[in-house]
């Protein structure tokens, strides 16, 4: 419920300032950690979403929040905007308050170099990657790499309900974690 809260005051104090679309003037890469990833894990992740998202050929001038949660946590939050009573890995909020398509936004974030493009909230839930490492076989950190690069496609505008668009979703997280392997 405090998570709901928060979407919901940052949500009324960015209106407060006068944002009335999805560009502003500033670039961050806000990492809200609810779950004690330790500082060095932080700035490599940071560094990791500047690469994936340059690679996208994102603006480099370009807004997006990650959050990490427990499954109490995200249990309401899927409940709430998925009408779904159970925890899931990761969810993706796009942000374009002024419905403009994310196309016209990057180009305009790419025309004026002033302005930056706000992709939008990505919330992860630790307690379920860390069950998906045992799946998976990988480490904790793989798998939030994993979740941030799903997230991203997801706030990009890539889907996986058809068969078409969970492959090309899928190639396009393989080709993201190639990358990231090779740093």
């Known amino acids: 419920m405090y998570l709901i809260s928060m979407l919901y005051f940052l949500v009324n104090f960015y209106k407060e300032k006068g944002v009335s679309a999805a560009i502003v003037k500033s670039m961050k890469i806000n990492i809200i950690n609810r779950n ?3 500082k060095e894990q932080l ?10 998202l340059h690679h996208l ?4 001038k370009t807004e997006i929040c990650i959050s990490f949660i427990d499954d109490n946590g995200m249990r309401e939050l ?3 905007y998925r009408q779904m009573d159970k925890t899931t890995d990761v969810l993706s909020f796009p942000q374009d308050v002024t419905n403009l398509t994310l ?7 790419f025309k004026n ?6 992709l939008g909230d990505i919330i992860i839930s630790v307690d379920t990657a860390k069950k998906h ?5 990988n480490t904790l950190k793989e798998e939030i790499v994993k979740l941030i690069i799903h997230g991203i496609l997801h706030l990009l505008g890539y889907d996986h ?7 090309l979703m899928r190639e396009k997280e393989n080709e993201l974690l190639s990358l990231i392997k090779s740093i």
Do not use: G
Request: charged share 40%; hydrophobic share 35%.
């Open 57 to 60: 050929n994102v603006p480099r």
């Open 133 to 137: 490492t045992k799946i998976n076989r």
């Open 103 to 109: 196309d016209l936004n990057a180009a305009i974030a």
């Open 43 to 52: 700035i490599s992740l940071k560094k990791k979403i500047e690469l994936i």
């Open 78 to 80: 899927n409940k709430t």
């Open 161 to 167: 309900e058809k068969k078409k668009d969970a492959k």
């Open 113 to 118: 170099k002033n302005q930056t493009l706000i």
């Open 36 to 38: 004690k990833l330790s």
